[in-house]
């Protein structure tokens, strides 16, 4: 049963706190996409990587989130310093992205990291 | 700049009382239309992908309907485990993979 999975589930932090979210991208899916949701915003997409490579990261704070693929089956988020407003649910989504196709662009999403900044 | 407006924000059926939720979208070009179902604390849950106006999906009690400037669910005599937020997405043809969502129709089915 393909999935994807994030940790971890929920952290508590204290404003200016270090917090990294990891995901593990479904196996054979060559696209992996970073959102957050808030009761305010909704869903929004923040950075995307396409066969490791960062593809956009505009939705991105650039001065206090970073993220990364080490490899293909590690894709990390990093906050710091994490602020209250950061307070929100993290998705991470694979896909099998066919750039610009129009077919199979079906994203799946994991459980989410639920971040509570103090 | 892409926006999806869903309608409405919450919706009480009772049980086997059939209807339909909105979702109207502005896109310079649409590469497609995605439809997920959100339950409480989790992610969402893939469900539909519509490609081109007049293009239509169903999975059991559901169904997806694409027009030029919006989208239908249609759910038919649902049942109480179909509560769920049901979400819409549109993801533009410009060559960006990510999807922009809208906020959700919150769906509560009375048994």
């Known amino acids: 049963d393909a999935r994807v999975t994030q940790t971890p589930r929920h952290k508590v932090t204290e404003m200016g706190q270090e917090v990294t979210m990891r995901c593990q991208p479904i196996l054979g899916h060559n696209t992996v996409f970073w959102y957050r949701q808030t009761m305010m915003q909704g869903l929004e997409l923040l950075a995307y990587?396409?066969?490791?490579?960062?593809?956009?990261d505009s939705g991105m704070p650039k001065d206090r989130f970073s993220a990364e693929m080490p490899d293909a089956t590690l894709a990390t988020l990093k906050i710091q310093p994490s602020e209250p407003r950061d307070s929100a649910v993290y998705f991470c989504?694979?896909?099998?992205?066919?750039?610009?196709?129009?077919?199979?662009?079906?994203?799946?999403f994991g459980p989410g990291t639920r971040l509570t900044v103090l | 700049e892409d926006q999806v407006t869903q309608s409405p924000e919450a919706l009480r059926l009772q049980e086997g009382e059939s209807s339909s939720l909105n979702c109207s979208y502005t896109v310079s070009g649409l590469r497609g239309l995605f439809w997920y179902r959100q339950d409480p604390g989790k992610g969402p849950e893939f469900l539909f992908t519509l490609y081109s106006a007049g293009e239509e999906k169903e999975k059991e009690r559901l169904k997806a309907t694409l027009t030029k400037k919006e989208s239908f669910l249609h759910i038919t005599a649902p049942k109480p485990e179909d509560s769920a937020t049901y979400l819409c997405?549109?993801?533009?043809?410009?060559?960006?993979?990510?999807?922009?969502f809208g906020k959700g129709t919150h769906l509560i089915i009375q048994p």
């Open positions: 997405a549109v993801q533009a043809s410009g060559g960006a993979d990510g999807l922009t």
């Open positions: 990587f396409r066969n490791r490579a960062p593809l956009d």
């Open positions: 989504a694979s896909g099998l992205v066919i750039p610009r196709g129009a077919s199979y662009n079906e994203q799946f």
